[in-house]
């Protein structure tokens, strides 16, 4: 089982990036799938998350308004486009698979590697 994260980089206050999280070994269609992120000295914070097919979307207050997921059922993925980044933003930032609510609750079944993001000002 693999989430394999992947579009960090570098970008400038008020730019975008777009993460996109690429599942294998088995299937994540039952699964909801969801983004975090790590900033050094700071615990893992919930960024958004999609249930199964899509339908519900679920946002932390510091990215609501700026990030949009949505997951794409037939590639086993889910994608973060992140607009209007700001240097706080700046974190490693991972993707997982699990129950909605376990998502929304940081405690999904499987981790994906970060990727990392850094918005400089």
């Known amino acids: 089982v693999q989430l394999q994260a992947s579009g960090g980089g570098l970008v400038q206050a008020g730019g975008s990036l777009r993460l996109s999280c690429a599942a294998s070994?088995?299937?994540?269609?039952?699964?909801?799938m969801g983004w975090f992120r790590q900033a050094p000295g700071k615990e893992r914070e919930f960024i958004a998350a999609?249930?199964?097919?899509?339908?519900?979307?679920y946002y932390g207050d510091s990215v609501k308004g700026r990030f949009t997921i949505s997951r794409d059922g037939a590639k086993n993925a889910v994608a973060l486009q992140m607009n209007s980044l700001k240097p706080e933003d700046t974190a490693v930032y991972y993707c997982?698979?699990?129950?909605?609510?376990?998502?929304?609750?940081?405690?999904?079944?499987?981790w994906g590697q970060g990727t990392q993001v850094t918005v400089s000002s």
């Open positions: 999609v249930n199964w097919n899509g339908g519900s979307t």
């Open positions: 997982a698979a699990g129950s909605f609510i376990g998502i929304r609750n940081v405690a999904p079944d499987h």
């Open positions: 070994g088995r299937t994540f269609s039952s699964y909801g």
